[in-house]
């Protein structure tokens, strides 16, 4: 199948970036292209509920936070588990936690969803910074690996998130997804369970970006409320896939990438206070504009239909 | 003793529960009737708010004065928002992705507006210091600020005349045709993305007005205009998805429970416990507290 390309492709980056952190020593650009992939997974994961099931979530740092303080509070308290071991369980813990609570969010949809993830987000972090036993707003420092051992990781990771989340998509789960996003009534009628669906979207989903937080913990070394819970990273979390297509892995990778490339070069190219916000929000609105699906399903559209005219052209 | 503070911050809670009622009327107009999702109010009405702080601060107008300029401008601004960058969506169904590429839109002007709040102002603090800003009424020995017995005034006088415009005017007649079936309206002659654009307008002017009494209870900055958003559309989701009344009910039992929270445990839990009460609302009641007739 076309899986195999993915995985070629996929193992020929890793092997491209394994060169290039040798060549360069773990230089900006190595930790830059780590801190990238990081988002690339979390986007991935919010575009199995976002693009897939069409819920729009305006909390994913919730997952994101869970993931990291899953890695930093054993650190905090002095307990010696293995950090890998505790990424994969900061994973499950954010998986858990959507199971328990996609059981309100889930009923209804459409804005309300929205607003009410927004508000498990407000609801969370303000638990965790008004509470001494999660360190409230000190943070925890995390000593972790050294750097060529943790960017190849988080490489690794999100070569393997984007292969997995292509190959789901295109199984018989996957297939329900888009059937409840494109017709619902029809879904149910050949006896798909709608809520099922929705919430099994959700919580791998919320899965894979609570394995971008665990990473993030080992990457940066450091949790606080406001870098893993903080409305900043739902922000970047969502606008990745938004902007670059949501309901489409490839897009969601670009979309990603853009997004914290865009804002990191605002942030310090124009040192205007303020002023990646004007970037982002630009760029938001005008992608919407011109493709109501994103950068790359638009690109893939103009393209074909370029293809189309000139055929039609040397047709004549 | 103690009755007098309870009561002090439930009046107190009413107040500012006033301008989230507001707000969400400014959403419950454009949502519950014609299904237009906005993502921006909160931003507009910041920017309202920064203005009238410039015209007080540059010539010393009141800003209740500057009002009076400030809604025909944001009128204007909301009917061409519509008109420029919501036409494209408006004739997308529910299920093509309607709402989500409305608040994508929207979100990402009011983005844009916040940026820009931003480098004009910086993110400091700040508030517009008239001098009836901490006038009391007294009444025994109750305090009751007059700004928040002003905006609850404009909050029950947009009410009643927005309901008289629904109910009494053609263009209320048209704006109901609309929100009960499009095409049918549109084959009767009803200029359909006017109708949309006239309202997203007036939605923007009660935005000016929240917008003024918050800066005249609140410090502003830039970032607020999010959080109030959202806040407004927690008077949404609480009032039925838009019924008009309900939703100002809604927004007063917001600004109440924030103030509640406060006055009983801690200030910074206060959003928290209004968006654990959310989640709990969408188990038990998904279709609001005051449902819509």
């Known amino acids: 199948m076309n899986l195999k390309k993915w995985v070629v492709s996929g193992v020929i980056a890793f092997i491209l970036y394994m060169l290039f952190l040798r060549l360069t020593d773990a230089g900006f650009i190595a930790n830059f292209i780590a801190y990238i992939s990081l988002f690339v997974i979390a986007g991935q994961g919010w575009n199995l509920l976002g693009g897939y099931i069409g819920e729009i979530s305006f909390g994913h740092a919730v997952f994101f936070g869970i993931g990291a303080y899953t890695v930093g509070l054993p650190v905090g308290y002095k307990l010696d588990i293995n950090l890998l071991l505790l990424v994969l369980l900061g994973a499950l813990m954010a998986g858990i936690f959507a199971l328990i609570i996609s059981y309100p969010l889930l009923r209804v949809q459409g804005f309300p969803f929205l607003v009410g993830t927004y508000g498990l987000g407000v609801v969370i972090r303000s638990i965790v910074v008004v509470t001494p036993a999660l360190f409230a707003t000190r943070g925890i420092f995390i000593s972790t690996y050294s750097k060529n051992f943790t960017y190849p990781l988080i490489i690794g990771f999100a070569i393997a998130v984007v292969i997995f989340v292509q190959w789901l998509v295109n199984q018989d789960l996957g297939l329900r997804f888009k059937a409840v996003r494109d017709v619902p009534t029809a879904a149910r009628m050949i006896g798909i369970n709608i809520y099922k669906t929705k919430a099994s979207a959700f919580v791998i989903g919320a899965m894979l970006t609570g394995l971008a937080g665990g990473l993030f913990a080992l990457y940066g070394g450091f949790v606080n409320p406001s870098a893993c819970f903080g409305d900043n990273t739902s922000i970047f979390i969502l606008l990745g896939p938004y902007i670059g297509g949501i309901g489409s892995v490839l897009g969601a990778l670009f979309g990603s990438t853009i997004v914290i490339i865009l804002q990191e070069v605002a942030r310090s190219v124009i040192t205007v206070n303020g002023g990646h916000y004007l970037m982002v929000g630009a760029l938001l609105v005008v992608v919407m504009m011109l493709s109501k699906e994103g950068i790359y399903p638009g690109i893939v559209k103009l393209v074909k239909k370029i293809k189309n005219a000139y055929q039609k052209r040397q047709g004549e | ?293």
């Open chain 2, 1 to 293: 003793m103690e009755y007098t503070g309870l009561i002090q911050t439930i009046l107190g809670g009413v107040g500012v529960g006033s301008v989230y009622a507001l707000l969400g009327l400014a959403f419950a107009l454009v949502f519950g009737k014609l299904k237009i999702c906005s993502y921006m109010h909160g931003d507009l009405a910041i920017l309202a708010a920064y203005l009238g702080y410039f015209i007080f601060t540059s010539i010393g107008l009141d800003p209740f004065l500057s009002l009076i300029v400030l809604i025909p401008i944001f009128f204007f601004i909301g009917y061409y928002i519509q008109v420029i960058f919501m036409k494209p969506f408006m004739s997308m169904e529910i299920w093509q992705g309607r709402y989500q590429a409305q608040i994508m839109v929207t979100w990402g002007l009011g983005m844009c507006i916040m940026a820009i709040e931003f480098i004009i102002w910086s993110g400091t603090y700040r508030m517009i210091s008239v001098p009836y800003r901490n006038a009391t009424l007294n009444f025994s020995n109750l305090t009751v600020p007059v700004v928040h017995l002003l905006s609850l005034g404009a909050l029950l006088l947009i009410y009643l005349v927005l309901s008289l415009v629904l109910q009494k005017t053609d263009l209320g007649i048209s704006f109901r045709a609309c929100s009960v079936d499009r095409i049918t309206a549109m084959l009767t002659g009803i200029n359909y993305q006017k109708i949309c654009a006239i309202s997203f307008g007036i939605s923007s002017a009660i935005a000016v007005v929240a917008g003024t009494f918050y800066a005249l209870t609140h410090q502003i900055t830039p970032a607020v205009g999010l959080e109030l958003t959202f806040k407004g559309w927690v008077a949404v989701i609480i009032g039925g998805m838009g019924s008009l009344g309900g939703v100002i009910l809604a927004g007063l039992l917001v600004g109440l429970v924030e103030s509640l929270t406060s006055f009983f445990w801690i200030p910074a839990l206060k959003e928290a416990v209004l968006f654990v009460g959310l989640l709990l609302l969408l188990i038990f009641r998904p279709g609001g507290l005051f449902k819509a007739k």
